[in-house]
T-cell receptor, first 108, second 122 residues
């Protein structure tokens, strides 16, 4: 399959926990990566592989995978977490990169 | 620190070509594939293609085949993406991104350039 599906928008109260999901057949084979993008900035990798955080990414960000669904969880969301979040993985044939349509996270 | 620095904004007319550069620093340029991703205003991310800086091998999304060329100059740790026969729909921010290989199916694009704005207009 050549699609990754994300909810267009999600909101969370300050300090609460939010889960952003990504669905696609390729996720049965490949782990998802998650990118955070703020307005007029380049994407930043926040989660990759099974549940790895690059250096400098707060530990309130975590990832999980089950079947054809990957999830990004922010535990104790902060105002600075308000951004667009994109999932990505290789496609099932491992020939190209797929991106989800993005989820706009609003922190209330 | 590890970074990718891209060339500046471009304005082109329909039918023209553009070449965007991506200079790597802080790591061995030839050890990591580079990918190109673009983003139209208000839209999501779209993968365009990849290049292995060591071998020069490339691959691209079917949508761009015949219009995109990816090259490199290893002496200055710089990759280039050329897009030809530009149309208004190519107006977007273009990013280069480094591929990090992770065992077990967890490859990821770990370092991104700051983006290059391309405007195609008559």
């Amino acid at each position: 399959s050549s699609e990754l599906t994300q909810d267009p928008a999600v909101s969370v109260a300050l300090g609460q926990t939010v889960r952003i999901t990504c669905q696609g057949d390729s996720l049965r084979t490949f782990y998802a990566s998650w990118y955070q993008q703020k307005p007029r900035q380049a994407p930043i990798l926040v989660i990759y592989a099974k549940n790895n955080r690059p250096s400098g990414i707060p530990d309130r960000f975590s990832g999980s995978n089950s079947g054809n669904t990957a999830s990004l969880t922010i535990t104790g969301a902060q105002a600075e977490d308000e951004a667009d979040y994109y999932c990505s993985s290789r496609d099932s044939s491992n020939s190209l990169w797929l991106f989800g349509g993005g989820t706009k996270l609003t922190v209330l | 620190q590890v970074q990718l620095v891209q060339s500046g904004a471009e304005v082109k007319k329909p039918g023209a070509s553009v070449r965007v550069s991506c200079k790597a620093s802080g790591y061995t340029f030839t050890n990591y594939d580079l990918n190109w991703v673009r983003q139209a205003a208000g839209q999501g991310l779209e993968w365009m293609g990849w290049m292995n800086p060591y071998s020069g091998n490339t691959g691209s999304a079917q949508k761009f085949q015949g219009r995109v060329t990816m090259t490199r100059d290893t002496s200055i740790s710089t990759a280039y993406m050329e897009l030809t026969n530009l149309r208004s729909e190519d107006t977007a921010v273009y990013y280069c991104a480094r591929l990090l290989v992770v065992r077990g199916g967890g490859n990821t694009l770990d370092i991104w350039g700051q983006g290059t704005v391309l405007t195609v207009a008559s």
